[in-house]
């Protein structure tokens, strides 16, 4: 299992009796309910959906993801029961990301026409998929690793590409020679798998309720759309292909429509089942 990051468990697990809680751009805040809790919860206006625990049938959640273009300050979050409207405290500050320039393929910076078509096409594919809401939850277990190797790059690093265009890690790279084992995070439906013009040979996989995985770079595919996989199933093998310096795997998620730390996301939903745990 992966390992909690305590201090974040705490804060986003406090969230609704503490003062102010801080969440950084680009992570995923928590609240949790009572489960007979009725109403509903927006965020910055946005409704937020209201899930079932995934341990505990005494308690519901909600995940707020933060984008990480979220500028730092005091946000808007509601509470609206039918006995009345609450004010809940959210507060984002600075990720404080890091900083690297990169070097890649004179193409991949600045694309012909014909390119720039096909990567539009591609984007317009991926978010209406990220957009789609399936009401359904395929996981019932704890998140697992695509892989269990070294980190080389973490989610939210400022990234400039050839001295020119500029942009943001959006996910978490894998040190992995070519041919390495990719699996799945967890159970789920295969909802896209192709090669891309930017990420390569691609793999996204529905979890239900918002949330998505993605695994790019891939130097082969072994499962087809509308696959169903299960919790650490082999779904390709690590590549180099799109825009990369090297081999790795980039796994990425996506939440509600909004790109987080991967690794961020699946320990909060990890701690969940760790809570329970110590609760008994």
């Known amino acids: 299992m992966i390992a909690v990051r ?23 805040a928590l609240v949790l309910l009572d489960a007979g809790t009725k109403g509903r919860l927006l965020f910055e206006g946005r409704e937020v959906p209201l899930l079932k625990h995934p341990a505990d049938p005494r308690r519901q959640i909600a995940l707020i993801p933060i984008g990480y273009r979220t500028a730092p300050g005091k946000k808007s979050l509601r509470r609206i029961t039918p ?24 193409s991949k910076v600045s694309p012909n026409p014909a390119q720039q078509k096909r990567i539009k096409k591609e984007y317009d594919e991926a978010m209406a998929i990220y957009n789609r809401f ?20 973490a989610f939210g690093t400022a ?55 993605c695994y790019y770079h891939l130097s082969r595919i072994d499962v087809n759309v509308g696959k169903n996989v299960a919790k650490e199933e082999k779904i390709g093998l690590s590549g180099s292909t799109g825009r990369v310096t090297g081999p790795h795997l980039h796994f990425a998620v996506m939440l509600q429509g909004v790109q987080v730390d991967p690794i961020q996301l699946l320990d909060t939903l990890n701690a969940l089942f760790e809570v329970r745990s110590a609760s008994r």
């Open 83 to 106: 006995s009345g409207e609450k004010l809940l405290p959210l507060r984002v500050i600075d990720g404080g990301y890091p900083f690297e320039t990169l070097s890649v393929e004179p």
């Open 134 to 153: 399936t009401p359904k939850r395929y996981w019932t277990a704890a998140f697992a690793l695509p892989m269990h190797t070294t980190v080389t790059s």
């Open 6 to 28: 305590r201090i974040a468990l705490m804060l986003t697990l406090l969230l609704l009796q503490a003062p102010a809680a801080d969440i950084a751009n680009g992570k995923t």
């Open 159 to 213: 990234r400039r590409y050839n001295g020119t265009l500029s942009g943001f890690h959006s996910g978490t790279d894998f040190k992995a020679k070519p041919g390495t084992p990719v699996s799945a995070v967890n159970d789920g439906i295969v909802v896209l798998a192709k090669e891309r013009y930017y990420a390569g040979n691609s793999v996204i996989i529905d979890h239900g309720e918002g949330l998505y995985s």
